[in-house]
């Protein structure tokens, strides 16, 4: 009996150690990106109005460019959303 538990025990810390973590970053590619035709997807975020996560947001380096150039951004929607409305919220 104690040598089964003996060996329980050193079984228990090998799961731990099989675990991988991987980071994710939101953030849309920066612009200075090499390739402005190449396709980012950004990931699924969290909606602060549902458990449900938003879409997965396809677009080329130079749409997301672009949108960011006139003031915009991608909400966790999906939605198109004005920067300067996000930070007025912000500054209150």
């Known amino acids: 009996m ?9 079984m228990l810390p090998y799961p731990a150690l099989a675990q991988v973590q ?3 970053s939101a953030a849309p590619p920066s612009l200075g990106a090499d390739d402005p035709d190449a396709t980012y997807c950004r990931p699924p975020q969290h909606r602060t ?14 749409e997301w460019a672009d949108l960011r150039a006139n003031g915009f951004e991608i909400g ?4 198109k959303v004005s920067i300067k409305k996000n930070i007025d919220l912000l500054s209150r």
């Not at 966790?76 to 939605?79: A, F």
């Open 2 to 10: 104690r040598k089964s538990l003996a060996i329980l025990l050193l």
């Open 76 to 79: 966790p929607d999906g939605m």
């Open 22 to 24: 991987t980071t994710v």
């Open 49 to 62: 109005d549902s458990q449900l996560m938003g879409p997965k947001v396809c677009m080329t380096n130079r």
